[in-house]
């Protein structure tokens, strides 16, 4: 966990010193295509981010955001398995569009080094 504050501390801080705090429409679709392209691990680090900026916000709800469960298997309140969530990147903030950007970016270029490991 300490990590996923770690990264979230540096993805905020590297955001805040942009000089720009919106992304653009050609970002947006940077950062959705980018997206597309992640692991599991991906897609879990980016509901922490997101999940940690709304906590920053003081936002209340399980999920932030207005977010929906989407492909849920579980069978009860008490099941552990995991379930998709769906986001509206309307309903961001602005500087939470950027950090999202940005780790986007980031993650694939972790992904694309792995799979050069791996060739």
């Known amino acids: 966990m300490e990590h996923h504050i770690a990264l979230f501390d540096m993805l905020l801080k ?24 992640f692991d599991r691990e991906g897609y879990e680090l980016l509901f922490v981010l997101i999940k940690s ?19 849920e298997n579980k069978m009860s309140d008490n099941d552990d398995r995991l ?10 903030a602005p500087m939470l569009r950027r950090i999202l950007l940005e780790f986007s970016r980031l993650h694939l270029q972790e992904i694309q080094r792995k799979q050069t490991l791996l060739a």
């Open 83 to 92: 379930c998709d969530i769906k986001f509206d990147i309307r309903n961001f």
């Open 14 to 37: 590297k955001c805040k010193n942009s000089p720009e705090t919106d992304i653009s429409f050609t970002e947006i679709k940077e950062m959705t295509d980018n997206i597309r392209q």
């Open 53 to 71: 900026y709304s906590m920053m916000e003081q936002q209340k709800g399980e999920i932030p955001y207005q977010g929906q469960r989407i492909n």
